[in-house]
């Protein structure tokens, strides 16, 4: 086996773990892929021989580029939030303990990619790869370029927040179906106008390559309904305008989404992050190995 050969191999052994760091940084599976891809291309412009740590070089070169799209992120959202009033998450139980934090995270689940948009991104990269993947302070550090003693604030603080959020979260949950019930109901009446009251102004959907391969126009030219990615109020709202005429309401993982599950088998997910009364971002799910390992509950009727 020539030295290529074995270098993909190896980089194919890290490919699940790199995914899972940078899906939880950047809660979208589109954007992860993407920066695993890029390490990739990266590995191959370097001397192995030098890299003592593949592992850990891989973690820290996925690290960087998730850092840098969530900066970029931040900047595109306060573009489009200027004059928009901040509002702040409520603070976390101090009397909880550990057996409540248990039932927190189990809880929350999918929900946390939600609450972690709401940190920095220095805060979402110290949280996600100390508490997440148990990453030591000192590495995460060098790749922050920071002291471990601020790397470690900046987790405890982002821990705060999670928490806090956490527990709205659960408390809002009934509110959270009903805005997935009237966002449907609006889609498939097309009401524009409603579809747009339900979503934030910094709105972003995600699709898989499934879903946007699955909404291609069967009768029109073929061109896909969904993109990888759609950002802003009106660009996710044109993209179910209309639409999502079979999809129903139902617990996905403990949190309100919508299903499409012609003959009762589930083969798509719309996954809804909504916060404040409007829904803050949307992730379709077609991929059938993604959409098997969810916990479908609760399946309520046409809204």
Do not use: C, Y
Request: aromatic share 4%.
């Amino acid at each position: 086996m020539n030295d290529s050969h074995r270098l993909a191999e190896q980089f194919q052994s890290n490919r699940t773990r790199l995914e899972a760091v940078a899906f939880r940084m950047l809660g979208s599976h589109a954007e992860a892929e993407d920066v695993v891809q890029e390490a990739w291309l990266r590995l191959n412009r370097t001397d192995a021989s030098e890299v003592g740590n593949l592992a850990g070089w891989l973690t820290t070169v996925v690290t960087r580029l998730a850092l840098d799209l969530l900066r970029a992120r931040k900047v595109r959202a306060e573009e489009s939030m200027e004059g928009v009033p901040e509002t702040a998450l409520p603070a976390a139980d101090a009397h909880a303990g550990p057996e409540h934090e248990a039932l927190l995270a189990d809880s929350v689940g999918p929900a946390l990619l939600v609450v972690l948009d709401t940190l920095a991104p220095a805060e979402r990269v110290a949280f996600v790869l100390h508490d997440m993947f148990a990453v030591p302070f000192d590495e995460i550090a060098r790749m922050l370029d920071r002291s471990p003693d601020a790397t470690r604030q900046l987790a405890s603080r982002a821990r705060r927040r999670v928490q806090g959020a956490g527990i709205e979260a659960m408390a809002d949950r009934e509110r959270a179906r009903q805005v997935v019930d009237a966002f449907l109901l609006a889609s498939r009446t097309g009401n524009l106008q409603g579809l747009l009251s339900l979503l934030a102004p910094d709105v972003v959907m995600h699709a898989d390559v499934d879903a946007v391969e699955g909404s291609r126009d069967k009768q029109g030219d073929g061109a896909p309904i969904l993109a990888r990615e759609r950002r802003g109020v009106d660009a996710v709202a044109s993209a179910f305008l209309g639409r999502a005429q079979a999809a129903q309401t139902a617990l996905v993982d403990g949190l309100p989404a919508a299903i499409w599950a012609p003959g009762g088998v589930p083969r798509a997910l719309f996954r809804f992050a909504v916060r404040e009364g409007r829904v803050v971002a949307i992730d379709v799910v077609a991929e059938p190995a993604r959409v098997a390992s969810a916990k479908v509950t609760e399946i309520g009727p046409l809204p």
